[in-house]
């Protein structure tokens, strides 16, 4: 044992070299400019490649030449004051911009149209008993919920259309619906065919999948029938033929029946995209809902709507969007809503300069941009307020 174990020593150094070992800790180094900041931003998604370079290049000086022709007319050569057209007229030696006095002068008729003007409280109330009734709607976690629901969907109607319309019973004199017009006009159509037409839809998507012969086959001609014709087909129908399918002594309002019109056409599409939703949901939580002894209508209330209609929230969205838009084609049936009213002061001869059909036609433009992405930002945080349980 001695000879193996001298045969294979290892010959150690007298003296082993020194470990240097750190005892102050140090700071983080900042990431590489690369990586990190405005800078890293900036190289990873515009100027990554020479393709990706020319291209954000371009749109950058396209946007630029863009915004500043938009600042130019609507801001530096703009018109705020005036009375008449003479404010707005073409000056030597300056570019004639927005004509914001014309919108200023006839903003009252955009927002009220006809209504008179000692009764607009009246409109005004409206709005702020609206944006308090929906703000507790649209508030996910708004303590008092149902009774909330209960005050937007049954007594507030009643309460709008006593102010809106009047009732001499309490002082308040009739309005008849021929004066109402502008931005009233627009929300009330919009708001009672967005909060009827969903409903409705939900109830035709459950008819067309029913296995009763006679509910499915009348549930697909309301729905097809609709989605077959333009808008202004579906207006035209409802103000001429809606009054033949009623008693003779039955004459319901122009404005009434368009809102039978727009609510079923939208209706339809809603119906198709909550059908969509149904079939996504998978058969076992049909099988599991049986298995609890749920029923079919109490299966479809607490189970598979709830997980339809999330599934269904951008497309309902996006139809609610289009809806809004779409009150634009009233004035076929001579209903003046928000945009009529602009056509129809835009034309007055005591603004005939040459910027205000621009001027008026950007208003619009803002008023319904602000209002469709409102509804657009509102769908994103539900949609991910909803779909908080799958992130994982």
Known sequence: MSDISSNNSIDLPAELPRVFVQEKILKDAPAPLNDSGVFGWLLRNLFQNVWQTTASIVTIFFLGWLFWQIAEFAILNAVWVGDDREACSVEIGRSLGACWAFVGDRLGYFIYGAYPVEERWRVNVFFFLGAVVLGHVLWLNAPFK???????????????????????????????????????????????????????????????????????????????????????????????????????????????????????????????????????????????????????????????????????????????????????LLLIVGIFDFLSAIETARIDPQWAAPTVSATGYAFAAMVYFVFCFGMSRYGSFTEKHLSRGHNN
């Open 146 to 328: 149902r009774l909330g629901l209960l005050a937007a969907f049954v007594l507030f109607p009643v309460v709008a259309f006593v102010l809106l319309n009047g009732w001499p019973a309490l002082g308040l004199s009739e309005v008849t619906t021929d004066r109402w017009g502008g931005l009233m006009v627009t929300l009330v159509v919009a708001g009672v065919g967005i909060v009827a037409a969903l409903p409705i839809g939900i109830i035709l998507a459950l008819g067309r999948r029913s296995k009763l012969p006679v509910v499915r086959l009348f549930s697909i001609a309301l729905i097809e029938l609709p989605r077959g014709v333009p808008l202004i087909t579906v207006l035209f129908l409802a103000n001429t033929m809606l009054p033949l399918f009623l008693p003779a002594d039955v004459n319901p309002d122009k404005l009434v029946r368009a809102l039978v019109g727009i609510t079923f056409f939208a209706a339809a599409y809603l119906a198709e995209i909550v059908r969509g939703g149904l079939q996504a949901i998978p058969l076992g939580q049909y099988e599991a809902s049986q298995a609890l002894g749920l029923g079919y209508w109490r299966t479809m209330a607490f189970v598979v709507l709830p997980q339809a209609i999330k599934v269904a929230v951008p497309n309902i969205v996006s139809i609610n969007i289009g809806l809004f838009k779409d009150t634009s």
